[in-house]
């Protein structure tokens, strides 16, 4: 069965911007987290979703917002974007329920200039 | 911040041998999870122990869990090049895995 599918796969984007990523969890998952990985701080988690509602969120500014639509499928929002917020985004999606491994999608490098 | 840490940061070692990451974690788990992670792309899934078990096998990978300690470690023996990479031990509690600061594995030929 086809993985988990982010894109774009890299964005460029100039400070002051907002972004909208997405993410294609595989057929069948319906939580999907959203993780933000940056040489310096590693991997922070983001937000998780659920059958289309938040149900856990990370230590992150309100710039950072996410939703999930009855498809499972799931984006995410930063506005006016840093310097700071460049970082790889990686999407994750499981079954959902404690215990289920998640399955990670390639991720999206964004770069803001 | 409720990151764990692992140790070593990085790890240098000949095919063959073996290598030992340990990880850290702060609160109370549902299960600790390792993944592995080529670099600048996705996780891959290694292998999960839950907080009632103390040892797991899959393959060359074996895990230990010590719940008291809040620790475990991450045996990877008869290492080969193809196992270079970042590992990552994860912890799971309502549903939000929790990632530690990863070690960086390096296998020479």
């Known amino acids: 069965k086809a993985g988990v599918t982010q894109t774009p796969r890299y964005l460029i984007k100039t400070r002051g911007q907002q972004v909208t990523l997405s993410c294609s969890p595989i057929?069948?998952?319906?939580?999907v987290s959203w993780y933000q990985q940056t040489p310096g701080q590693g991997l922070q988690f983001l937000f998780e979703?659920?059958?289309?509602?938040?149900?856990n969120k990370g230590n992150f500014p309100g710039r950072f917002s996410g939703r999930q639509f009855s498809n499972s499928r799931s984006e995410m929002n930063v506005s006016t974007l840093e310097l700071g917020d460049s970082a790889l985004y990686l999407c994750?999606?499981?079954?959902?329920?404690?215990?289920?491994?998640?399955?990670f999608g390639q991720g999206t490098r964004l770069t803001v200039v | 911040s409720q990151q764990g840490e692992e140790d070593p940061q990085a790890l240098s070692i000949q095919e063959g041998e073996n290598a030992t990451m340990n990880c850290s974690y702060k609160?109370?788990?549902?299960?600790l999870q390792w993944y592995r992670q080529n670099s600048g792309r996705g996780l891959v899934h290694l292998i999960l122990?839950?907080?009632?078990?103390r040892e797991k096998h899959s393959g060359r990978l074996r895990v230990t869990l010590d719940t008291s300690k809040k620790s475990s470690s991450l045996l990877i023996t008869a290492s080969r090049a193809a196992d270079t990479a970042s590992y990552f031990c994860?912890?799971?509690?309502?549903?939000?895995?929790?990632f530690g600061t990863g070690t960086r594995l390096q296998v020479f030929p």
């Open positions: 994750a999606s499981s079954r959902g329920g404690s215990g289920p491994e998640a399955f």
């Open positions: 057929s069948g998952h319906r939580s």
């Open positions: 979703y659920f059958s289309e509602t938040q149900r």
């Open positions: 609160t109370s788990i549902n299960n």
């Open positions: 122990i839950r907080s009632n078990e």
């Open positions: 994860a912890t799971e509690n309502t549903d939000k895995l929790i």
